[in-house]
């Protein structure tokens, strides 16, 4: 079965701290995708990036970077300089092979940036 | 962009009443998805779909329903709602095969009273 644990319910950080939220994932398949959404107080999920598990190469975009690493199955998400405007829910996804179209999600992590 | 639309953003409805929660979505994707967001348990899938008249159950269909009669169009249906179905209702969308990126609706808040 497939599993996506994001052990930091809600982390709170002052503007401009950096911030690291962990996801870690269990799958048997050798083919997988890994995501990242954010979910702002509005309610829509907004899709941040998807990685597959083929490529373990670290991803920067701006002020955000994510860390993929097959040996401890993890995928964390840094936000560098946080904002107030990142506090949201952030959501880590993971979907296997085998034809299953669907996405197992993780809890969240409830991200407050205080002025 | 790819775009999810929801037909209500805050919704009311008494025990007992049939609800239906529509979601269009314009990027003819295949599949389209159903998911209920409750505190501390996340985002639970209830239906999806994979093609027009075509559904799958996903992990709490109990006490739902849904209808795809046109590709662009998923409703969930809440045949007699209960108050334990207030919660966040987000659709999303999706084309088949290895991307798999779920693009998402803003959401419906249901107050079931």
């Known amino acids: 079965a497939q599993k996506v644990t994001q052990a930091q319910t809600e982390i709170s950080v002052v503007e401009k701290e950096d911030v690291t939220l962990d996801c870690v994932y269990e799958?048997?398949?050798?083919?997988?995708?890994l995501f990242w959404y954010k979910q702002p107080p509005s309610g829509e999920l907004v899709f941040l990036i998807r990685?597959?598990?083929?490529?373990?190469q670290n991803e920067i975009s701006g002020r955000y970077s994510w860390n993929f690493q097959k040996s401890t199955s993890s995928f964390n998400f840094t936000i560098t300089a946080s904002q107030v405007v990142d506090s949201a829910v952030y959501f880590c996804?993971?979907?296997?092979?085998?034809?299953?179209?669907?996405?197992?999600f993780g809890k969240g992590t409830k991200l407050t940036v205080n002025p | 962009d790819v775009k999810v639309t929801q037909s209500s953003r805050y919704l009311v409805k008494r025990t007992g009443e049939k609800v239906f929660l529509e979601c269009v979505q314009d990027?003819?994707?295949?599949?389209m998805f159903w998911y209920r967001q409750d505190p501390g348990l996340g985002l639970r899938l209830i239906y999806f779909?994979?093609?027009?008249?075509?559904?799958e159950k996903g992990d709490i269909p109990e006490g739902y329903s849904v209808s795809r009669e046109k590709k662009e169009r998923f409703s969930l249906i809440l045949e007699s709602a209960s108050t334990n179905q207030t919660s966040m209702y987000l659709c999303?969308?999706?084309?088949?095969?290895?991307?798999?990126?779920?693009?998402f609706g803003p959401g419906t808040r249901l107050l079931v009273l």
């Open positions: 779909s994979y093609d027009v008249k075509m559904k």
């Open positions: 990685r597959n598990s083929f490529d373990e």
């Open positions: 999303a969308s999706s084309q088949p095969g290895g991307l798999k990126t779920q693009y």
């Open positions: 799958t048997r398949d050798t083919t997988y995708y």
């Open positions: 990027m003819d994707h295949e599949n």
């Open positions: 996804a993971l979907s296997g092979q085998g034809g299953s179209e669907k996405l197992v």
